[in-house]
């Protein structure tokens, strides 16, 4: 059987790779829902750690999101096998009411936060998930479907912060088919989610069609190198806007500052690099959240226009103003509380279904 083969498990020399920079942290809070993706990452994270003379102490964490009547017992059963492998067990539990529309959304958000806050108590800096290959496809042919621009289509890093936390997703290369053989060879069992094959979500109904996708070439790998590619890209991209900021700013990008561009010396960038540019300043300035891409390249374009006469525009919290020789881009003044609260939501809504990032650029 060779190291492609897609149903090989995960040797314990894969493992000590994968979690090698993890062995100095005091603590890791690991995800646990129960499905065999996480599963896997329980089992093979507690097998890496006794093999360690001194490592971190390892909490497994199991959301429940209160959804399902079989929630609570799927979380019992991540505790039993918890203990088995000499992990403590916290079972976090989403309360309140809950939204009837963007509930897959909200539920995120909700498990990510309490994750958040279990890494706090616990003196965590890090939460293990287990995403993988197949996951990262989905999320590219995701943010494909809903037009997202470069940024989206990156996908999922090793690495990101979430609610002040550090998110590590260590098993982002591998396929699901191994973890599954992981758990094979060791014996542990999983729970079976219903969700993930349910018809009403867009990532359920994508993950269908992957087989077919496939037959034609687009597989999951194929996928995968993609966002890998798109990554690099970014990266590319992200120094050369820094390297424009220098070129054509007027003044420091301080706490609290306006924030002034040469308008000729901005009007002469490259449009990728002028957008970008335009979308950190304004992250930077403002104070309503992430920038939607569609709005920004709306007034990218209207900004490209020339000054004509001075143009004043508000976007996330700031203000953009375009005279003859200045581009300036400063805080809005502030706006009647209640109009405030409804524009920021819908500004972060539209930036995580278009797969945006926080900060453009």
């Not at 959804?67 to 918890?82: F, G, I, M, T, W």
């Not at 729970?191 to 037959?215: E, V």
């Amino acid at each position: 059987m060779s190291a492609a083969d897609p149903a090989l498990p995960v040797t314990a020399g894969e493992a000590k790779a994968l979690f090698a920079d993890l062995s100095s942290e005091p603590v890791l809070v690991l995800a646990v829902s129960g499905g065999p993706d996480s599963m896997a990452l329980l089992a093979l994270v507690a097998r890496w750690r006794a093999a360690l003379k001194h490592g971190p102490d390892l909490i497994a964490a199991t959301v429940d999101h209160g959804l399902r009547p079989e929630s609570a017992k799927e979380a019992n059963a991540v505790k039993r096998q918890a203990r088995e492998l000499r992990v403590t067990h916290r079972t976090l539990r989403w309360t309140g009411a809950k939204p009837k529309t963007g509930l897959q959304e909200a539920a995120r958000d909700a498990r990510y936060r309490l994750l958040s806050g279990e890494a706090a108590r616990s003196g965590a800096r890090i939460v293990l998930t287990a995403h993988t290959l197949d996951d990262q496809a989905e999320t590219v042919l995701l943010r494909l479907a809903r037009g997202s621009g470069l940024s989206g289509l990156a996908a999922m890093a090793r690495e990101s912060d979430m609610f002040g936390t550090r998110i590590v997703r260590p098993l982002l290369d591998l396929p699901k088919a191994r973890l599954v053989a992981t758990l094979s060879r060791l014996g542990v069992g999983y729970a079976d989610d219903p969700s993930n094959r349910d018809p009403r979500f867009t990532r359920a109904r994508l993950r269908g069609l992957m087989p077919m996708l496939a037959r034609e070439g687009l597989t999951a790998e194929r996928l995968t190198l993609l966002a890998r590619r798109v990554r690099r890209a970014e990266a590319a991209l992200d120094q050369a806007v820094t390297t424009a900021s220098g070129n054509v700013s007027l003044s420091p990008w301080g706490e609290g500052q306006r924030i002034v561009f040469r308008a000729d010396a901005f009007a002469g960038l490259p449009e990728e690099i002028a957008l970008r540019l335009l979308g950190r300043a304004i992250a930077h300035a403002g104070d309503e959240g992430p920038v939607e891409l569609g709005k920004l390249e709306a007034l990218r374009g209207a900004l490209a226009q020339g000054p004509a006469r001075p143009l004043r525009r508000t976007l996330a919290g700031a203000l953009v103003t375009l005279s003859k020789e200045t581009l300036t881009v400063e805080r809005a003044p502030p706006r009647r509380t209640g109009e405030r609260r409804i524009s920021a939501l819908t500004t972060r809504k539209t930036a995580r279904s278009e797969g945006l990032p926080r900060r453009l650029g």
